[in-house]
């Protein structure tokens, strides 16, 4: 069971009404295309106005009436599942292209965890078009990337600038000064919050509130 798609119902009225469309015209086009004959006016309205929302299905329905790609009526995609949609691929399509089995793939997609292979995962981030950031989002690697990432700012954090870079395919020497960075901002944040708190509990508080955000912190710095 997928959770519900992020739906972007100031989109779907903007564009709609670009077209010089009323949400009557909008059903017919589901109904006479896509064959939603169940879709109203109603329903394009509910939508519209936030009180309901698509299904994955209508979704795609409702994007090829309103002339646009998925993605444009979606919020940020947060899972496989809605990054495909996004994208108006069919799940098939990508188990072929990743060279997974059609039942493998679909059943990590209805999971929500990824278990390809290096190779798999790359052709994967390939056919979607996703950012460094979303491809390890997706393949369940945010976790132990955010792991690693805490303990290289609050150690010694050359000391894991291999992991790192073994689990994001990347090149050490786009990694360095990033952590170098992470690593001086946190320290500098740990030891002024020491000095004026009377206490270690403050410190402590300040310095979870940057590593709850570690992962976000690590990829402004690498891509901004």
């Known amino acids: 069971m997928h959770p519900p798609i992020p739906f972007n119902a ?24 896509y064959g939603m004959t169940h879709i109203t006016p109603d329903h394009i309205t509910a939508w519209e106005r936030g009180v309901a929302a698509p299904t994955a299905h209508e979704l795609n329905a409702l994007a090829g009436a309103l002339w646009c790609s998925p ?8 899972t496989l599942h809605e990054h495909r949609l996004a994208r108006g691929i069919a799940a098939d399509d990508i188990a072929d292209a990743t060279g997974l089995t059609r039942e493998a793939y679909q059943q990590m997609e209805a999971s929500g965890r990824w278990s390809g292979d290096a190779q798999q995962s790359a052709k994967l981030g390939g056919i979607l078009g996703l950012a460094p950031r979303d491809l390890v989002a997706v393949t369940g690697l945010e976790q132990e990337l955010a ?3 805490t303990e290289a700012v609050s150690t010694r954090w050359q000391a894991h600038i291999k992991d790192i870079a073994k689990l994001l395919s990347r090149d050490r020497r786009e990694l360095k000064e990033p952590l170098r960075a992470m690593h001086d901002e ?3 944040l740990m030891a002024a919050t020491l000095m004026r708190a009377s206490s270690h509990s403050a410190a402590g508080e300040a310095g979870q509130v940057y590593l709850d955000k570690i992962v976000d912190h690590f990829w402004d710095r690498l891509e901004g």
């Not at 100031?10 to 295309?33: D, N, Q």
């Not at 993605?71 to 947060?78: N, S, V």
């Open 147 to 149: 792991r690693l990432l």
């Open 10 to 33: 100031r989109a779907a009225r903007t564009l709609r009404e670009k077209l010089g469309m009323a949400p009557g015209h909008v059903a017919y086009g589901m109904s006479a295309s």
């Open 71 to 78: 993605g444009e009526l979606m919020g940020r995609p947060r």
């Open 186 to 188: 946190y320290q500098t």
